[in-house]
């Protein structure tokens, strides 16, 4: 019998979204282990986020980490204590965010394991299923570790049930803070608009758009009429019309809204694995041979500057 660790994503008041989901993941493989699912929670001041995590239906402890050195959710101290606490785990998660990305290696270094990454699926206790070659394939692939030191891809496990459970929260103490790295400041950015990774419907521009203006003009513009989040290419991005927080694809957030709108968007290999769990995809592109049609549930061959103005005035109706 092996329990499971989940290295809880939170705000201070609750559970991120991919947290959820990486909770419904650890309880397939807890099951495939015959152990239970912990859920550590890290905070300057977490006892709120401890206490919505002890109610998902399924997960038998939390461990409550409080102090300064994880006020901020640094990688360093974060990963010095899960080492310590983790070595008699059959597995560690944590979610495939920025977050996740940034804490994983980390620890799989200090327990001198291998690391699988974003993970889709569970086969069994030792056997996992991830994509590669930006999804376009995927590959069943097992390990010896004794500790499975895991990232879950968030899109591919439905949310754990945030409600009906009775987990005990236990306090853990605080691993000696990593002295070569310290928390200096922070520069958020605010939008009224939904957040990406978890919005139902999303709006995205590509290098067709044009230019930044045009990206104001038309993606955002649909986006509010919508009630929706706003997203990006990496072409786009490179070429200034938005923010790279926004950027989708490989080597940017990895969503599955109810809804993807991609408006002058090519549809290039990287972009696509992205957005291709999305549950409807609808296309906007005036080359009737751009490969985001052939990943479309609708597409629409049309010039984008004629076409959303067109869909806003629409829903203004």
Known sequence: MA?????AEHDGAGLQAASLCTISASFQLAKAQGGEVHVLVAGGSARQAAEAAAKIDGVAKVLLAEGDSYAHG?????????AEIGGGYGAILSPATSFGKNLSPRIAALLDVGQLSDIIGIVSADTFI??????NAVATVQSSDCVKMVTVRATAFEPAKADGGHAVIEAVSAAVPDARSRFIDQQLSKSLRPELTAARVVVAGGRGIGSAENFKTLIEALADKLGAAVGATRAAVDAGFTANE????QTGKIIAPELYIAAGVSGAIQHVAGIKDSKVIVAINKDEEALIFQVADYGLVADINQALPELCAELSK
């Open 3 to 7: 329990h499971v660790l989940v290295i």
């Open 74 to 82: 640094l990688a360093e101290p974060l990963a010095a204590l899960v």
């Open 130 to 135: 991830r994509p590669i070659y930006a999804g």
């Open 246 to 249: 926004l950027q989708i694809g």
